[in-house]
């Protein structure tokens, strides 16, 4: 991922990422930055607001959503949280997440605020974003490999990138419930 413009601790961008159809496109962040701080803020909103009533953590029309807050990326002390939002595997109401690290702002560098994922592939991918362009690849030379291995991988394949990874491994690939 590359350095892109942050106006005002934003990127600018919504990245929206159809899995069953394979189709990528984007929209301003601007609109739901103005009632809604943060990535976690935003997410939810994201959420609430696009799910009908009774979806299921399992089902194709569920999203997850990734963001960025307005600070991440800068140097002001702990800005370095990701959140993650979806319908939880466990009473299908709202499942929190955050993490650390550098993924949420070499998103943010990329171009992107937030990434929201939706739809089922009917094999497995992954989403590769570089210098604010997004695409979906084949991962089924990854599918098995823990998440060690598939960052190994990815960082073999593309040596001349710093790469940031977010995987699932073998225990997302074999979710029962």
């Known amino acids: 991922m590359s350095i892109g413009r942050i106006r005002g601790g934003l990127a600018g961008k919504i990245l929206r990422v159809d899995l069953g159809s394979g189709k990528i ?42 963001g960025v807050g307005a600070l991440v990326g800068t140097l002001a002390p702990g800005a370095c949280r990701t959140s993650i939002e979806t319908v939880n595997v466990f009473n299908n109401g709202k499942g929190s997440a955050n993490v650390g690290g550098h993924f949420g702002s070499e998103v943010k560098y990329a171009g992107f605020d937030h990434i929201v994922i939706s739809g089922k592939s009917e094999t497995p991918v992954y989403l590769w974003i570089h210098e604010g362009k997004a695409e979906l690849r084949d991962a089924r030379s990854f599918w098995g490999k823990t998440t060690f291995e598939t960052e190994e991988i990815l960082e073999e394949k593309h040596a001349s990138l710093k790469v940031r990874v977010a995987s699932i491994g073998p225990a997302g690939e074999n979710v029962t419930v």
């Not at 990535?39 to 194709?60: I, K, Y």
């Open 25 to 66: 496109r984007t929209e301003e962040t601007e609109k739901y930055a103005r009632e809604w701080i943060g990535g976690r803020a935003v997410n939810s909103f994201l959420l609430l607001e696009e799910l009908a009533p009774g979806v299921q953590w399992s089902d194709p029309e569920n999203v997850l959503l990734i």
